[in-house]
C-alpha cells in the first residue's frame, strides 16, 4: 500500500525555536513535495525535492530528502509566527498522481 | 497568467440537487486533478486526468463524475448531492511528465448540501 505519514499531527512551538517535521513513505521514491497551507486558504508549492539527498532551503524553512530511509524533514529554524499554518508533504510514487501525507498544522506561540 | 481558477467560490446545495464545478488552467499542463478536504483534514482525491482525453477514480470517487473537456478544463459533477458531500473542493494542475509532478493547486469551492 501507498502511504506518507507526517509526524507531528499537531505541533505549538515557541517563537524562537527549532524543530523538525518528518514525512515517512512506504516505498521507493526519489520525488518528494512540500506544500503550505494558510487556514482558509489554498496550498502553495514550498520545496521540490527530486533526488536522494536534495535539500532546499527559503528562509527559516529547510526541506531535506533521504531516499534510502524513505524520509524527508521539514527544519524550522527560529520559527516566527507568520510561519503558521499547515504543512503537508507529498509522495510521487510513479503512478501519474501524487499521494499526500495528513498534514501537520503548526502553531507559533509568541 | 491566472494559473488554475475555480468557480464557484462558494456554493450552498440542497440535498438531491446537482451542480458542476468548473476549473480551468493555463499553465498547458497536462494533468489534472480533483481533490476534497473537509475540516481538520487532509486532501482525498476525488478524481484525475493524467493526460487530455483520460480520466481516473482516485481515493473517493463515488457520488462524482468529471469530464476533462479539453487540456485546459477539467469539470466535476455531483448529480445528487448528499450532506456528506460538504467540503472544500480544490483543483489542481501539474505538467504530469516525469521530470516533476508538481501541483499547482486553485482557490478551491466550499461547498455547503443542506
Known amino acids: 500500500e501507498l502511504k506518507v505519514e507526517q509526524n507531528p499531527l499537531f505541533l505549538s512551538m515557541q517563537e524562537g525555536k527549532n524543530y523538525t517535521i518528518y514525512c515517512n513513505y512506504s516505498t521507493t521514491s526519489d520525488r518528494l513535495y512540500w506544500y503550505r497551507q494558510d487556514p482558509g486558504k489554498s496550498l502553495e508549492s514550498l520545496f521540490v525535492?527530486?533526488?536522494?539527498?536534495a535539500v532546499k532551503q527559503e528562509g527559516r524553512l529547510m526541506a531535506s530528502l533521504d531516499t534510502k530511509a524513505r524520509l524527508s524533514t521539514l527544519h524550522i529554524t527560529a520559527a516566527v509566527h507568520d510561519l503558521s499554518a499547515t504543512y503537508f508533504c507529498a509522495v510521487d510514487f510513479g503512478n501519474e498522481k501524487l499521494t499526500f501525507g495528513t498534514g501537520t498544522r503548526l502553531t507559533i506561540i509568541p | 497568467n491566472a494559473g488554475v481558477t475555480q468557480t464557484p467560490k462558494f456554493q450552498v446545495l440542497k440535498t438531491g440537487q446537482s451542480m458542476t464545478l468548473q476549473c480551468a488552467q493555463d499553465m498547458n499542463h497536462n494533468s489534472m486533478y480533483w481533490y476534497r478536504q473537509d475540516p481538520g483534514m487532509g486532501l482525498r482525491l476525488i478524481y484525475y486526468?493524467?493526460?487530455?482525453?483520460?480520466?481516473d477514480k482516485g481515493e473517493v470517487p463515488n457520488g462524482y463524475n468529471v469530464s476533462r473537456l479539453n487540456k485546459r478544463e477539467f469539470s466535476l459533477r455531483l448529480e445528487s448531492a448528499a450532506p456528506s458531500q460538504t467540503s472544500v473542493y480544490f483543483c489542481a494542475s501539474s505538467e504530469g511528465r516525469r521530470s516533476s509532478y508538481e501541483q499547482y493547486f486553485g482557490p478551491g469551492t466550499r461547498l455547503t448540501v443542506t
Open positions: 525535492l527530486l533526488s536522494n539527498g
Open positions: 486526468s493524467a493526460s487530455e482525453g483520460t480520466t
